[in-house]
């Protein structure tokens, strides 16, 4: 693979590898491929010529399928060009491959419903709902909503980057005005929670993502994750002491002033 080369060698392999880099047979080129620079020698590479591969944007990728559909006789809408490009992430191998089976799954014409059936992507509803039930502390209704997921046969880490995007673009909303053209959630929506609150839940589905890259059961590491969301008392970390807090004034309509909630000096309120 690709990471082998960083993890492999010790420090004599490279240093074998070296001397060969210095003396090399004739006619021969040498072309290393890595994910992790970070760990090759500076020995090694001051001897190479670097070049930095980045992922495609979108678009590129949406326009390249395009193209291709149109050479293979294929009927590939523009939607459906984005939606396989906007779940690759930029991965050009992985869109050809998406490509290949939504043109399986449609015969040929492949539509954003086709896309959405394979990839099991349009699922804002889940979103909302797991974010409602974060925001109210409704951990029966996150189970339910995992449960379900999982028995309609969803891919729980694709799930998990969705509801994640979901959390970012709330954040995004608070903290950055005027990004609304750009997302899916309103002001509305991310009143329900706080900028601080906003950044724990993250950071705990952002540790649960990594988990799930060796985990046997992705859906515990989600559930875990979005239980510690949905009830801070179960999350140790100190900022969950500041959710609880938050949550309570957010439930006794406590604002501004300190949260003391007494009525300012002078004033006749009760």
């Known amino acids: 693979g690709h990471r082998a080369l960083g993890r492999c060698l010790g420090r004599e392999a490279f240093d074998a590898l070296l001397k060969v880099f210095e003396e090399p047979p004739v006619g021969v080129r040498f072309v290393l491929a890595t994910t992790e620079p970070h760990k090759m020698p500076a020995t090694i590479v001051g001897r190479c010529q670097r070049f930095e591969f980045r992922r495609v944007p979108v678009e590129a990728v949406a326009e390249h399928l395009e ?3 149109k050479d293979e006789g294929m009927s590939l809408t523009a939607e459906a060009a984005h939606a396989i490009a906007r779940q690759t992430e930029g991965s050009v191998r992985d869109a050809l491959s998406l490509l290949d089976q939504a043109s399986v799954l449609g015969a040929g014409e492949i539509g954003e419903d086709v896309v959405t059936s394979l990839i099991g992507s349009g699922r804002s509803d ?10 109210v502390g409704d951990a029966k209704g996150v189970f339910e909503l995992v449960s379900r997921l999982v028995q309609e046969g969803q891919d729980l880490r694709f799930v998990t980057n969705e509801v994640l995007a979901h959390f ?18 309103t002001d509305q929506e991310a009143e329900k929670y706080s900028v601080a609150e906003l950044g724990r839940v993250i950071a705990l589905l952002l540790a649960a993502q990594t988990d799930m890259r060796w985990t046997t059961s992705p859906r515990l590491s989600l559930e875990l994750a979005l239980i510690r969301s949905t009830i801070p008392e179960t999350d140790a970390a100190p900022e969950a002491l500041v959710s609880r807090l938050e949550r309570l004034e957010r439930v006794a309509g406590i604002t ?15």
Not at 172 to 180: D, I, R, S, W, Y
């Open 126 to 135: 889940v979103q909302y709902a797991l974010g409602d039930a974060v925001a």
């Open 168 to 185: 970012r673009n709330l954040l995004l909303v608070k903290t950055a005005p005027g990004q609304h053209d750009l997302l899916d959630v």
């Open 67 to 69: 193209r291709i559909a």
């Open 256 to 270: 501004g002033g300190g949260g003391s909630g007494a009525p300012a000096p002078g004033s006749d309120s009760p």
